[in-house]
């Protein structure tokens, strides 16, 4: 009896060393009454804040980020997120970007169109440049993946470029909210590239709608 609770507590601390590894995230920007960026950055608690989300892309289509009322990105409303976003990684808080969602339209055709939306998310979020910057100048920390439709296909090559990005720079980091059936439908193939940085379940995470 003695060993198997020792066994037990023993597996109970490799789990709350494992929960704690990779720090407490949140999804910000579907929520009007959440508050601000910087307000959400300021409480503390939070080591990554997943900007939710770039909803349209892929296919030839469009890019286009949805905040809902926070900003209106076709009227570059958006681009004064910047000065929050740059106030939340002084504080050492990194803000990614979240692909997908719940809703939305996205659909990775190929392995050039992965390449293709990786080419845009670099010139228009991270190290890259771009007129068009979205968020305006602030440089985004990486890429969260919250793929929950579309194609189960191409994703890996999404992560394989994006990662390959980290070469220039500034490292790009990539996180993923896999589906509780295992292995995920969309990403599974994606996450065994071992290039996630960060994976949580969205059992964990109470994704805002």
């Known amino acids: 009896m003695v060993s198997r609770l020792a066994l037990l507590s023993s597996m109970m601390l490799l789990l ?16 009007g009454g959440e508050g601000t960026l910087a307000e959400t950055c300021s409480t ?22 949805n905040l809902a009322g926070h900003c209106d990105p076709y009227s570059n409303g958006c681009t004064k997120l910047t000065t ?3 106030s939340c990684q002084a504080k050492g808080v990194k803000v990614m970007l979240t692909l997908g969602g719940a809703a939305g339209s996205y659909y990775l055709t190929s392995t050039e169109d992965a390449k ?16 068009t910057r979205p968020l305006g100048e ?9 793929i929950e439709g579309g ?35 969309y990403i599974g193939t994606a996450l065994k590239t071992g290039l ?10 109470r994704e805002q709608t």
Request: hydrophobic share 35%.
């Open 16 to 31: 709350a060393v494992g929960t704690n590894a990779g720090g407490i995230a949140i999804y910000w920007g579907q929520n």
């Open 44 to 65: 503390g608690n939070y080591d990554f804040v997943n900007l939710a989300f770039l909803a349209t892309f892929g296919n030839g289509q469009t890019p286009m980020i």
């Open 84 to 86: 929050d976003i740059k």
């Open 116 to 131: 293709q939306v990786a080419t845009y998310l670099w010139n228009n979020f991270l190290g890259g440049q771009s007129s």
């Open 138 to 146: 602030a440089v985004l920390d990486g890429i969260d993946f919250d």
């Open 151 to 185: 194609t189960t296909q191409h994703w890996d090559d999404l992560a394989r470029y994006l990662s390959g990005y980290s070469s220039q720079g500034k490292k790009i980091y990539l996180t993923a909210a896999p589906q509780c059936p295992f292995p995920d439908e």
């Open 196 to 205: 996630f940085d960060y994976c949580r379940s969205l059992s964990e995470d």
